[in-house]
């Protein structure tokens, strides 16, 4: 059996399953929230707004890029094969070369050194433009 990894996909399939119990239990408690809740449309309209921004990765770019960029004064630091942004006294593994230029940066940028040097450095989560890595 594969397993699907997808965060997105299994919400969304959840919900298509939750919605159609729902609707073969009464019909009428499918969307009974709407008309009971003011503003349950705009809840809705806001939850799949918020969807697409979050799948979208030049979006996500964009939102990452204003705490990672390159005017965030972090500097790039390479050990083995890991490019890693040195911010605030903590490293963050940038995941993969699109993230890295999506940010603004590019491979120039970037210092090589040991992981002695890396160690000073507090771990904090990973960097990616891809929301499902």
């Known amino acids: 059996m594969k397993i699907i990894k ?3 996909f299994v919400t969304v399939a959840g919900g298509i ?6 609707y073969l239990i009464n019909p009428s408690y499918l969307f009974s929230f709407i008309k009971w809740w003011p503003s ?7 939850v799949l707004f918020a969807i697409i921004l979050i799948s979208n990765k030049k979006l996500r770019a964009l939102i990452l890029a204003r ?6 004064r972090g500097k790039l630091l390479i050990s083995g094969n890991k490019v890693y942004l040195i911010l605030n ?5 940038i ?3 699109d993230t890295l230029y999506e940010l603004g940066y590019d491979f120039d940028q970037v210092q090589r050194t040991d992981r002695k040097e890396l160690d000073k450095y507090r771990e904090e989560k990973p960097i990616s433009i891809y929301f499902w890595e």
């Open 17 to 22: 399953i939750a919605g159609i119990i729902i």
């Open 67 to 72: 705490k990672f960029g390159p005017k965030s």
């Open 95 to 97: 995941k993969n070369q």
């Open 89 to 93: 006294n903590t490293r963050r593994w």
């Open 40 to 46: 349950g449309w705009l809840t809705l309209i806001a």
């Open 6 to 8: 997808n965060p997105w």
